[in-house]
């Protein structure tokens, strides 16, 4: 069946360092979302990216969907504390697939 | 993701009992999806249901039911709970928007005994 991977499993930074997390899938998807869940918390939504080769910008993250649209990527630039949490790429449709997320966390 | 709600929001259960587990869309959303995320992993989707009709169904066993009411709130059942079975329950409320961004509630944390 589909699914989908990322890496790496953890990424420790110190604060100001950059971050990014890679998202593959075994098939091509529609769509991919992001979302980012702190610790004790639920999966928040960040993006949703639809398509081929696509480029979005939320203030210190950028994200790419891959011009086959079979990976992304979420890059934080700068990082910050506030920045701490996993990151999981998602996609499939209406039976969306996780991936398994990127911890990370940011030394000050 | 502000507007969805879940009960309860912890539940300790022994094995072989049964649990339902309940979600309150955001206002004028009418699909839910359900996942189930084990501690350290990404959620796993169990359900989803639109407009009252189940519209797709992940790989869980049949223990696993839901159902969707009138007013778009939804229901997880689980019987003859497993150890296995103990995680966090996440429920999505879905937008009707053009790319149909899933906002997740709190989520009700699952402990089999």
């Known amino acids: 069946g589909q699914q989908v991977m990322q890496i790496p499993q953890y990424q420790h930074v110190q604060e100001g360092e950059d971050f990014t997390t890679y998202c593959n899938s075994s098939?091509?998807?529609?769509?991919i979302q992001w979302y980012k869940q702190r610790p004790g918390g639920h999966p928040v939504f960040l993006i949703q990216l639809v398509k081929s080769g696509e480029v979005k910008k939320q203030k210190r993250l950028t994200f790419q969907f891959g011009e086959a649209k079979k990976n992304s990527s979420l890059h934080i630039t700068a990082t910050q504390t506030t920045d701490v949490g996993t990151y999981f790429c998602?996609?499939?449709?209406?039976?969306?697939?996780f991936g398994a997320g990127t911890r990370l966390f940011v030394k000050a | 993701d502000a507007g969805v709600t879940q009960s309860p929001t912890h539940l300790i259960k022994t094995r072989g009992q049964q649990v339902t587990l309940r979600c309150s869309p955001i206002?004028?959303?009418?699909?839910v999806s359900w996942y189930q995320q084990v501690l350290g992993q990404g959620p796993q989707f169990i359900f989803q249901y639109y407009e009252k009709e189940e519209r797709g169904r992940g790989n869980f066993p049949d223990r696993f039911s839901a159902r969707q009411f009138p007013n778009y709130s939804s229901e997880l059942n689980v019987n003859a709970l497993l150890l296995g079975d103990s995680a966090l329950y996440l429920c999505a409320s879905i937008s009707t928007g053009t790319y149909n961004e899933q906002f997740f509630g709190p989520g009700t944390r699952l402990t089999v005994l």
């Open positions: 098939t091509t998807l529609s769509n």
């Open positions: 206002s004028g959303h009418k699909s």
């Open positions: 998602a996609g499939g449709g209406f039976k969306t697939i």
